[in-house]
């Protein structure tokens, strides 16, 4: 049960959304540029949520590693397969090594950011890794670190209902991070 | 030297003036949440953020946000400051009061792992006045900066360790807010730079 009094039908992060529109709304458009809008420079919104997804599944924040999960794998390039490959083992999946050096560098961050070396950062570098990828590698991690610890510090209810992340996925891949997900909430922000 | 070509600009401040599409949200958040209505004082608030500042080890942040905290509490300057060493070492035997020692206790809980915060933390708190929201702010807060932290040190920002510039900067900020001083995070900024010797080339 959760912490406060949040309302109970919403899952989650828009459970907390709900109960604080005036923070909601810079979390959603931060994730919003940092996921959606941004995919187009460089980095794919794939590989975002991918490093997303990463991230929540290194802090076991169950609601954030799926839903961001499920994203990735509606984006072009993406499956469920290629996103539990990544959760097991990013240096063992199907992906560029460019995205593994990003991973790297997004694992430090979560664990412990002053761990980030010059050589990690070379190495992305010599993959093709511009300083904006790497920007925005280190604050997509550094802000899962507070989407996770505000899901949990709070225990909001994280269901464990596959359908419901596939089409929240599906909600975060199409449209972004700007409105409530209708797949499951019909919640008025 | 930070990981990449980062304004000369010092801690966040850096990576703010390099990317203001994420800059505009980052501000808004933490304006809403350490100035914004609330039943916690701005300085409070500000002590909840540098508490876990420090926990997380930032010198920058901790050091900007026990400056913008002291110049936002009651009383002097020196005293505060003096609070802040306190908060930072020993909560749980700083003259604060005991509402706001529970909430720290919840911060720090949140700064390690959010599973870590239990029912009876929560309780502990609301025993002492702590209000739903009060509460939630405090979770927020609290992982924000582990946020701002991470952002901080995983770019490996330039942290100057001149208190006189973290002092003049928090009188700033408390006056002005953050979207205000946001604005002075520009590449041509001449205000509170790096000298030219320790300058990326």
């Not at chain 2, 930070?2 to 966040?12: F, V």
């Not at chain 2, 420090?54 to 010198?59: A, G």
Request: glycine share 6%; aromatic share 6%.
């Amino acid at each position: 049960m959760p912490h406060i009094n949040l309302p109970p039908e919403i899952p989650g992060i828009g459970a907390a959304f709900a109960f604080r529109p005036e923070a909601a709304r810079p979390m959603r458009d931060l994730a919003h540029v940092l996921l959606f809008e941004s995919g187009n420079e460089g980095l794919s919104s794939r590989d975002r949520e991918l490093i997303a997804t990463y991230v929540s599944s290194k802090n076991e924040t169950q609601f954030c590693k799926l839903s961001h999960g499920a994203a990735a794998a509606h984006h072009k390039g993406g499956s469920q397969e290629l996103v539990a490959a990544v959760w097991s083992n990013p240096d063992a999946a199907p992906i560029p090594d460019k995205l593994k050096a990003l991973l790297a560098i997004a694992g430090r961050v979560q664990s412990d950011p002053k761990t980030v070396t010059a050589d990690l950062v070379e190495t992305a570098r010599n993959y093709g890794a511009t300083d904006l990828e790497i920007h925005d590698t280190v604050l997509i991690a550094a802000a899962f670190c507070m989407y996770n610890r505000y899901v949990d510090g709070l225990a909001t209810w994280q269901p464990s209902n596959e359908e419901m992340y596939v089409s929240m996925g599906k909600q975060l891949a199409e449209k972004g991070y700007r409105q409530p997900s209708t797949s499951t909430n019909q919640h008025v922000l | 030297m930070p990981h990449i070509a980062l304004p000369n600009l010092p801690g966040i401040r850096g990576p703010m003036a390099f990317r203001p599409e994420t800059s505009k949200p980052l501000n808004e958040l933490v304006e809403v949440l350490l100035r914004g209505p609330s039943t916690l004082t701005p300085g409070e608030r500000e002590l909840i953020a540098t508490y876990v500042s420090s926990q997380n080890n930032c010198h920058y942040c901790q050091s900007i946000h026990g400056a913008i905290a002291a110049a936002q509490l009651d009383g002097a300057l020196d005293a505060n400051e003096e609070l802040v060493r306190n908060v930072k070492r020993d909560f749980l035997n700083a003259t604060i009061s005991p509402k706001l020692k529970a909430l720290l206790a919840i911060a720090g809980k949140v700064q390690q792992d959010g599973k870590k915060v239990t029912n009876a933390d929560v309780e502990a708190a609301r025993n002492e006045g702590a209000t739903d929201l009060e509460i939630h702010d405090t979770v927020l807060i609290a992982a924000a900066f582990c946020m701002y932290n991470r952002y901080v040190d995983g770019l490996a920002t330039w942290q100057p360790h001149d208190e006189t510039l973290y002092r003049e900067r928090g009188k700033m900020v408390a006056k002005n807010g953050y979207v205000a001083a946001n604005l002075t995070n520009t590449v041509n900024s001449t205000e509170f730079t790096q000298p030219a010797e320790l300058a990326v080339k």
